[in-house]
């Protein structure tokens, strides 16, 4: 998909081109060639007459010094907007900015040219126009279908605070962008002078950088992670000491015209449900307490009470294998390579779920393979409020976390379906 993208974008310049020499040199034949009396296709109906333009396209009439400058501004806004839609590989949009963009130029040229716009097209009782014009209309009309269609994302979304002070998980749901992310506290118990625990301002910050990101979600999410550095510096967060350092996983989708372009580092997970029943997970599944959870198993065959306390060093040493044996954005420089990103054609797709660890099943062998599939026919029996009540019906039957290993009785959970 990435290739064939990077073919069009490498041969946008020669069409844009090739149309704006087109729309030149027809209005040069009209200028030159074409008869006063003009000539008709169809009398009097369709055909070519040349006409000295003063308004704007069909004609509408405004004061040419006003026009100059209202378009000379435009088309820096327009500019402006093209290049962003092109670092975020959005072709529809490019299109559609590019096809306005040489239009209302074109007809710039010619007002500053000649002081007037050359039109030269007549159909039926539309007032005479030009090629510029159609070109104008034709992008305008596709960005507004652009705009309508990336409003028709139907989406819900879960979050729930879990045994914890803060729920540490947020959410992002933005137009055609979608992310679910997971805050970790230091180890050291940190709280801010509101009494925010790190975690939670982890996640913060990388809510904050998602929402307002302008580039790729590989650009948007590295930023993240350095702005989660640089609030920890702030916050003067001894940061040589990785078990002192705040972090955050997370999943996030932006969904383009046919395509959807994916992200996750960590242990949240992105789901894709197709229109003929399949399921796929993307990216690789992870699940770094692997070992810790089955000490803890081994714990709660004996009964053991507080067995968080005893393994405390186990959780150290977890800890201090971020971004070495499993990434999370904690602001090392090294959590940018456990990134995984990808993009998959949106043809047949149903629903996309994203969530965070919070929203697993919990099980009673932590060696047993995760069951995506359970949590799947839940949704689809009853939305994302079924697959939580599940969950939480199963945490609060197991208090002690005894029969399903896990480091807490009730985590935060949140979870995104988007609807396609």
Excluded at 101 to 115: C, E, K, T, V
Excluded at 129 to 138: E, G, Q, T, V
Aim: aromatic letters at 8%; charged letters at 25%.
């Amino acid at each position: 998909m990435d290739k064939l993208k990077n073919k069009i974008y490498w041969w946008l310049p020669l069409l844009i081109a090739g149309l704006f020499l087109i729309d030149r040199l027809t209005k040069w034949l009209a200028l030159n060639n074409l008869p006063r009396e003009g000539v008709f296709l169809i009398p009097k109906v369709t055909g070519f007459v040349l006409e000295r333009n003063q308004g704007i396209a069909y004609s509408v009439p405004i004061p040419s010094p006003v026009l100059i400058a209202v378009v000379t501004f435009i088309l820096l806004v327009l500019f402006i907007i093209l290049i962003k839609a092109v670092q975020k590989k959005e072709l529809m949009v490019v299109l559609s900015i590019s096809l306005i963009i040489i239009g209302a130029f074109s007809n710039l040229l010619d007002r500053l040219q000649h002081g007037y716009v050359v039109d030269m097209i007549v159909l039926t009782s539309w007032p005479v126009f030009n090629l510029a014009d159609i070109f104008i209309l034709a992008g305008g009309i596709w960005l507004i279908l652009k705009i309508y269609k990336s409003q028709q994302f139907q989406s819900s979304c879960v979050s729930e605070k879990g045994s914890g002070e803060m729920n540490e998980d947020r959410l992002v749901v933005k137009e055609n962008l979608f992310c679910v992310i997971d805050g970790a506290s230091s180890l050291n118990g940190y709280h801010d002078s509101s009494g925010k625990t790190g975690g939670y301002l982890a996640a913060s910050v990388v809510r904050e950088k998602i929402t307002g990101g302008q580039g790729t979600l590989i650009e948007t999410v590295t930023n993240a992670n350095t702005a989660i550095a640089e609030a920890m510096i702030k916050n003067n967060i001894d940061v040589s000491n990785t078990v002192n350092r705040w972090s955050a996983s997370l999943v996030a989708v932006r969904i383009k015209d046919e395509t959807a372009e994916w992200i996750k580092i960590g242990d949240c997970n992105l789901l894709v449900l197709n229109q003929d029943g399949s399921v796929k997970l993307l990216g690789e599944y992870h699940n770094h307490d692997l070992e810790t959870l089955k000490m803890w198993k081994a714990l709660a065959q004996k009964k053991t009470k507080n067995i968080r306390q005893h393994l405390r060093e186990q959780n150290r040493k977890v800890r201090m294998e971020t971004n070495i044996k499993y990434g999370a954005l904690n602001g090392d420089n090294r959590a940018i390579s456990f990134i995984q990103k990808g993009e998959i054609s949106v043809k047949g797709v149903k629903n996309i779920i994203l969530f965070t660890d919070g929203f697993l099943i919990p099980k009673e062998d932590p060696e047993e393979s995760e069951d995506f599939f359970e949590m799947v026919e839940l949704f689809r029996q009853g939305g994302l409020n079924m697959v939580r009540q599940t969950i939480r019906d199963l945490e609060k039957s197991d208090p002690e976390c005894w029969k399903y290993p896990r480091l807490k009785q009730y985590d935060d959970m949140a979870a995104i379906v988007v609807k396609l």
